[in-house]
Structure formats: structure tokens, C-alpha cells
């Protein structure tokens, strides 16, 4: 495969533990969950598997630990067959992230980020030294701000095309936002990084600080696109919904893979749609990783788009 064209995913690779119940937990409250999965996952993971099934030539980075869990991540992952796979491997356990998953198919998700963050921030660019203008930086928020900066930082004085999920939410301010091309958050973190309400006003005052482009993912109400002085809406596709877990890393990771240069002919509105019917394939199945389309899948949702 080709050098150029390549998509660096930088972010975290973790152990998935996803509890079913029956609903979620009030504070304080015990309940008995209805079943339990271990797999792999992590937003990074998730959606470098995402965009390598859908086309992209995926270089992933991520730290696991140097245990059992980091290693049969490291073997699942092998089985995907990417472009390349940069895992570091450290003397800390593997990152875990905790699922609780009701049956409405609701979620939330705590995750560990102590091992994702063990590598600093020269460590990271290390490795990414060889991106170029004709390669994309996808990255998540599981990293510090300063390393996540860094790598920003080093992707653009090599030209290359920089697309960050704002997910988790928990840097400080917004300064490696607006150094990026793209930026994707939901409407509780799109408002969290501007400070309002509104996720339109919210998508509105980012884009001024930089990005050409910002999606607000709003769930079942579809996505908010803010680019330039367009604002466009688009719906969601109608599922009934299993387990919404990995939904937002399924439509990062395609999104991304279509927005690639080799991908670009593909309208941007266009790929949005595709990222979509991808995420809502997702939404129907049970599990994060094993719900994640199959690389036919994928090419029959972008043939359809």
C-alpha cells in the first residue's frame, strides 16, 4: 500500500468491561447487572478500527499495558490487518473502561486514562515523525492537553490535516481546537467547550477560533454541520436502538476515513451521510467493538452513499 494518504489515529487503547441492566443506577444505589462482556475498546481503538474497515490506511498509535489484557489487545488488533500498528507497551495494567448499558440502550462510560497518558509528549511526536502533507491526524480527549497540543502541533507544521473528537471533554480551554481542521463533539460537550446552551451557538463560536468545520452529533436528532456561513441539519437514520456504546467512535472513525485526500471526491455532506448509516448499524447490535460494521458492511453503506 502506498505511503501517502496514510490516517494517524493517536489515542488510547483499553479493556472494555460492558455491564447490561435494566436501567441505570440511582446515587447510591446497588443493582444486579443482566450480563457481562469483556472486549477490546477505547475511543482511539474504536475508531481506528472504524476507519481501517472503511477504507482508510490506518496507522494507530496507543499505549497498553505490559499485561494480559495489553496483550490480547495487541492480538485482536493484529487480526485487523492495518496499514501499521504502533503499540507501546508500559509496566502500568492496560487502561480499563467501565460500561453500564440499560435497555433502552442508553450508556455511560468511565475509563482509565493512566497508561493512555504514560507517554509524554515528545514521545508521541516521536511517533508521528513521519506524517506528511498528504497523510490526516485523527485524535480523541483521552490524552493530556499537552501532549494532545504537541501532536497537533507537529501534524500541522507537516501539513497534514487534523480532525480531534472533543470526547471526553476535559482540557482546560479550547487552544488545540482551533488548530484543527475538524472538530466532532456531542451537544453536551460541544456547549461544555463554549460555555453556552445552545449547541448551534455553541458550533458557531468554536468555528471562529479556527476549525473550517465543526459537526455536533445530537443523537436521535441527527447532526448539526457549522461550516462557514452554512448551517445545515441533517436527520438521523431510524434504528431502533440496542446499545448506543461506540455509536459516536463508528461515525468519527468513517468520517474521517472519507475525508482523507484519496477519499475527498466523496461531497463532505455525503460522507456525513455514510458516517451515519455506519453509526446506526452500530446502535442496532449489542457491544462496542463487536458491533463496530464488517469491511463489507462499510463498503456497501459508502457504495450506497
Known amino acids: 500500500m502506498s505511503m501517502a494518504n496514510r490516517l494517524f489515529v493517536v489515542g488510547n487503547a483499553v479493556s472494555d468491561l460492558t455491564l447490561t441492566v435494566e436501567r441505570a443506577a440511582h446515587a447510591g444505589e446497588s443493582i444486579l447487572a443482566d450480563s457481562m462482556q469483556r472486549a477490546p475498546g477505547g475511543k482511539g481503538l474504536n475508531q481506528a478500527v472504524a476507519a481501517h474497515r472503511a477504507g482508510a490506511a490506518v496507522v494507530f498509535h496507543a499505549s497498553v499495558g505490559d499485561d494480559g489484557e495489553g496483550a490480547d489487545i495487541a492480538a485482536r488488533l493484529d487480526e485487523e490487518r492495518m496499514h501499521a500498528l504502533r503499540l507501546v507497551r508500559h509496566a502500568l495494567p492496560t487502561d480499563l473502561s467501565v460500561l453500564t448499558v440499560a435497555r433502552n440502550g442508553e450508556n455511560s462510560i468511565i475509563t482509565t486514562a493512566g497508561c493512555t497518558r504514560a507517554l509524554d509528549a515528545a514521545g508521541l511526536v516521536a511517533q508521528i515523525a513521519d506524517i506528511t502533507a498528504a497523510d490526516t491526524l485523527l485524535m480523541q480527549g483521552n490524552l493530556s492537553l499537552e501532549s494532545s497540543r504537541a501532536v497537533i502541533d507537529h501534524a500541522r507544521a507537516s501539513g497534514a490535516a487534523v480532525i480531534v473528537n472533543a470526547a471526553p471533554w476535559c482540557w482546560p480551554d479550547a487552544s488545540a481546537l482551533a488548530a484543527c481542521d475538524g472538530v466532532i463533539a456531542n451537544e453536551g460537550e460541544i456547549c461544555a467547550i463554549a460555555g453556552v446552551d445552545d449547541p448551534e451557538l455553541g458550533a458557531t ?26 448551517r445545515v441539519r441533517m436527520p438521523a437514520v431510524s434504528v431502533v436502538p440496542v446499545d448506543t456504546s461506540g ?43 463487536s458491533a463496530i460494521p464488517s469491511a463489507e458492511e462499510m463498503r456497501q453503506v459508502i457504495r450506497n452513499g
Open 247 to 289: 455509536a459516536g467512535d463508528v461515525f468519527c472513525g468513517v468520517l474521517a476515513a472519507l475525508r482523507t485526500p484519496r477519499n475527498e471526491a466523496l461531497p463532505f455532506l455525503r460522507a456525513i451521510e455514510c458516517a451515519q448509516r455506519a453509526a446506526a448499524i452500530t446502535v442496532g447490535r449489542a457491544g462496542t467493538f
Open 205 to 230: 463560536r468554536l468555528l471562529v477560533q479556527g476549525p473550517q468545520w465543526v459537526i455536533v452529533t445530537l443523537g436521535a436528532r441527527g447532526a448539526l454541520i457549522a461550516r462557514g456561513d452554512e
